[in-house]
Every structure is written in structure tokens, then in C-alpha cells.
């Protein structure tokens, strides 16, 4: 705890664009249809550190910075007053994770804009973090279709029942990149997305790992993909094969059915839609599942467990790592010649009475100046065709690629 620490909210008549806040450079922000922040000014950074206790390392230093914090809150809505915005890493082993709570924090949702600044005995706070870890080896396309195939075999043989393995693409651009344009464009190409700066990464998720408001808890799983097609008739041939195919309906299922394992000790209610349903982004369409529970209350005084909890509680889901997940990570650890980072991790937020959402780092970016560093994954089960499985990561990339400058 920071004694003297206080948070004063106030609505604002008029606001500019949220992306048109987010700095050039650095920065966090979240960026959506209906809802929004971003924070700016010098940030308190806490570094949960690594091992499988890091989500609850992590929230109970964001607890301890906000305990006693004084709030003078005009809002009071979910992302009002104190925020910590975070990014994790994908496996528990690697460095990097972190959580920034900004003193200058920009809010739009429920048709309002507000501002929260937060401030230690009438001047600001700041802290200077150390730089992340690079990781830079990755396979190229024939190496990576050759670890498909590997995982494929190990499939078929019975040690595990899905792997999703991922790619690392780098490009250079003509100029630097602008974070706040790129996020813009993101937001403008796919609206349905989660849209996330978080200093150096930069992507537009459409996976909902986890939202708490509340008692109420929501994921939205996404496993099986294909293109979208050239014509209204085509896209609609491309979605029934999609949710017509063995193989995708199976990978689907096993996403699904991680996610509602690990809700259901905290829930005293949690359902799923009976069949998933098609999620179209501009370039690809996914399978879609979505669920919902009632949080049962950690004890009598707490409430429900905040929604950072929960996204530990969930990370890894199939959808990124697989079947057992165990097993799975080992493969990964083996076969994919990189370490992830950020990559496929959970990133979002969370405020001070717990609620936030929290997406999975998909369609990402790493931005250094010129240079991004692209992600892209595929879930691979017994039916994996390696060709196929490198033309969906090929597809997963542009997503990023084709909103470069």
C-alpha cells in the first residue's frame, strides 16, 4: 500500500478519439466497438515474475499498490477510477510479464467519457522498468511444416490430442511505426476485436480469454478457422464446410471443454451455447463458443475472484496450448524454435474492484521503429494437413500485415 495515494475520476463533455491518445510509441491502451481506455503520463510497473503463482503474485501487488487508495469516482463503471493494464507471458517460465497501472487514464463506455488521474501527496507517480527479453530464433516455413508433421505422429501415436504450434515472421517496414495509427487501423479493419497497445505490442484479438463485471463471468473460445470467401455465395459455402468438418468441430470441442474445466469450481452457474457459432473478421472466420457462468463468492468477505484471477485460472486454454496441456507445452517448448514472449498470453485489464476483461494476444506485433515481429498459430490434431496448417498462419498474419505502413 501507498499511503496518500488517490484517484479522482471526472466525466468529461468533450474527448478526443481514444486511439488518438495512445503515443507513437510505448503506451497502453484497449480499444473496442463499445468500450475503451488508455493510459498515459509516467505508470507504477509491477513485475509478477515467473513460475505458476505469478497471476496471484500479480494481483495481490496491484491489491496492495491500491489498498486505502482514495477515489473520488463521477462514474462509477466498470474501468472507472484506478486501473492495471497488463501483459503476460505465453509460458510460466519466460520473463516479462507485467502490469502498469498509468496515473493518466483516458475512459469511454455506456455513451460517456471520463478521466481518472491518480496521484502520491500532489505529484505524480513513476517507476523505470527494465526492457523486455528478445526472443529472435524462429523455424522458416519448411522447418515449421516439418514440426507439424512431428506433431502430427506424436498425435496419431496417442501422447497427446492436440498442439497448437506457432509462427514468428519478421518485417521491416518503410518508416517507423506509429503505434497509434496502427492501433487505429486495427480497431477500423476489425471492430469485433479487442484492440491492445501495451508498450511494444500492438494486436487486435478476437478471443475473449475471460470478462468479470461483477458476479458475472464471460469467455469465448475460438478453435477451426478457414478463409472468407470472394463472394456472399462462396463465404457462406466456406462457413458450412467449416462448421461442417470433423476435424475443426473436434479441435473446437477440446477448447471448449478446457475453458468450462477450469470455470466451473468458481462458478455456482456456468453454461455454453449448445452449438458454436461462426465469428467472420475480415479475412478469416472462426468457430465460436460462447460462455457464461455466476462466480461463486472465494469467501464471505472478499466476493468473487477479480478478473485476474480468472485469466490465470484459464491461461493456458487448448485454443493456444492444447490437449493434455502438459504435454502439450512440452511440444511446444520442443518444436516451435522461439520463445513466444507475449505472444498468445493473456492481455487487458483490470480495475480496482476486480472487474476487466482480458483477451489472448493474438495477431500481434512486436514494434521496434521500422521492425515488427509477427505471430501466428495453428491448433494441430491427428487430421493436420502441414500445408494447410502454414496457410492459416499465412492468413492469421496479414491480419497484422496488410495495416503496416
Not at 10 to 27: H, Q, R
Not at 149 to 167: M, Q
Not at 355 to 367: F, H, S
Request: aromatic share 6%.
Amino acid at each position: 500500500m501507498i499511503k496518500g495515494l488517490r484517484a479522482t475520476t471526472v466525466k468529461l463533455d468533450t474527448a478526443p478519439p481514444a486511439y488518438s491518445l495512445i503515443p507513437a510509441a510505448g503506451g497502453v491502451a484497449w480499444l473496442t466497438d463499445h468500450f475503451s481506455l488508455v493510459g498515459r503520463g509516467p505508470s507504477v510497473y509491477i513485475d509478477p515474475g515467473t513460475g505458476p503463482d505469478r497471476f496471484r503474485r500479480g494481483a495481490q501487488a496491484v491489491a496492495d499498490l491500491l489498498d486505502g487508495v482514495e477515489i473520488h469516482d463521477e462514474v462509477d463503471l466498470p474501468g472507472s477510477g484506478p486501473v492495471a493494464f497488463g501483459s503476460w507471458t505465453f509460458d510460466e517460465q519466460s520473463p516479462g510479464s507485467r502490469l502498469i497501472v498509468p496515473t493518466t487514464i483516458f475512459g469511454y463506455g455506456d455513451g460517456i467519457a471520463w478521466k481518472t488521474t491518480l496521484t502520491f501527496d500532489g505529484e505524480p507517480l513513476q517507476s523505470a522498468p527494465e526492457d523486455y527479453p528478445r526472443h529472435p530464433d524462429a523455424l522458416d516455413p519448411q522447418g515449421w511444416m516439418r514440426a507439424v508433421e512431428i506433431a502430427v505422429d506424436r498425435i496419431v501415436a496417442g501422447d497427446l490430442a492436440k498442439v497448437v504450434l506457432a509462427r514468428r515472421v519478421e518485417v521491416e517496414a518503410a518508416q517507423d511505426i506509429d503505434q497509434s495509427g496502427l492501433a487505429h487501423r486495427l480497431s477500423q479493419a476489425y471492430p469485433g476485436c479487442f484492440t491492445f497497445c501495451f508498450e511494444d505490442l500492438v494486436g487486435a484479438s478476437p478471443e475473449l480469454l475471460v470478462r468479470r463485471i461483477d458476479d458475472l463471468v464471460d469467455s469465448v473460445p475460438l478453435a477451426g478457422s478457414t478463409r472468407r470467401g470472394s463472394t456472399p455465395g462462396e463465404d457462406r459455402v466456406l462457413g458450412r464446410a467449416l462448421k461442417g468438418s470433423h476435424k475443426n468441430l473436434a479441435e473446437h470441442a477440446l477448447a471448449v471443454e478446457t475453458v468450462m474445466t477450469k470455470l466451473r469450481p468458481w462458478c455456482s452457474e456456468l453454461i455454453k451455447e449448445p452449438e458454436p457459432s461462426l465469428l467472420l473478421l475480415a479475412n478469416l472466420q472462426h468457430l465460436s463458443t460462447k460462455i457464461q457462468g455466476r462466480l461463486l463468492s472465494s469467501d464471505q468477505s472478499a466476493g468473487p475472484p477479480n478478473s485476474l484471477v480468472l485469466a490465470g485460472a484459464l491461461h493456458p486454454t487448448a485454443a493456444v496450448c492444447g490437449v493434455p496441456q502438459d504435454a502439450a507445452l512440452g511440444m511446444i517448448r520442443k518444436l516451435e524454435g522461439f520463445d513466444r514472449g507475449r505472444y498468445s498470453g493473456p492481455v487487458g485489464w483490470m480495475d480496482h474492484r476486480g472487474d476487466g476483461e482480458w483477451a489472448v494476444a493474438l495477431r500481434c506485433a512486436l514494434i521496434t521503429g521500422t521492425r515488427a515481429e509477427l505471430y501466428a498459430g495453428a491448433g494441430i490434431v491427428g487430421e493436420s494437413d502441414p500445408v494447410d496448417e502454414l496457410e492459416e498462419t499465412t492468413l492469421k498474419l496479414l491480419a497484422v500485415l496488410d495495416t503496416l505502413p
